[in-house]
């Protein structure tokens, strides 16, 4: 059981990588900075993951984890203010 978690945390981690290199893709055609923010909350999220996985936590209780994934969405909630700010 434990190999089929540590399998399918790997899948999700590469999900998350490859969606940042997904954004980074539309960055470099648009140069919109929003794509470079969703790419790099995707980036901590993946990063976040494989933490979990390496350190070997089991269940989500240790804080850091959450501080991490806080960091992600803060980004994005802040290039999604930024963006609708206007100028």
Same mark, same amino acid.
């Given at each position: 059981m434990a190999t089929?978690? *540590?399998? +399918?945390?790997? /899948?999700?981690?590469?999900g998350f990588l490859f969606a940042a290199v997904f954004f980074l893709r539309f960055w470099r055609?648009?140069? *919109?900075? +929003?794509?470079? /923010?969703?790419?790099?909350?995707f980036a901590i999220l993946g990063l976040g993951q494989a933490v979990q996985?390496?350190?070997?936590?089991a269940q989500e209780d240790q804080s850091y984890i959450y501080l991490i994934r806080l960091v992600a969405f803060t980004s994005i909630i802040c290039a999604i203010i930024w963006k609708n700010r206007g100028t």
């Open positions: 089929m978690i *540590d399998f +399918l945390s790997g /899948a999700i981690t590469f055609q648009t140069g *919109d900075q +929003l794509f470079v /923010a969703f790419a790099v909350a996985v390496f350190a070997n936590i």
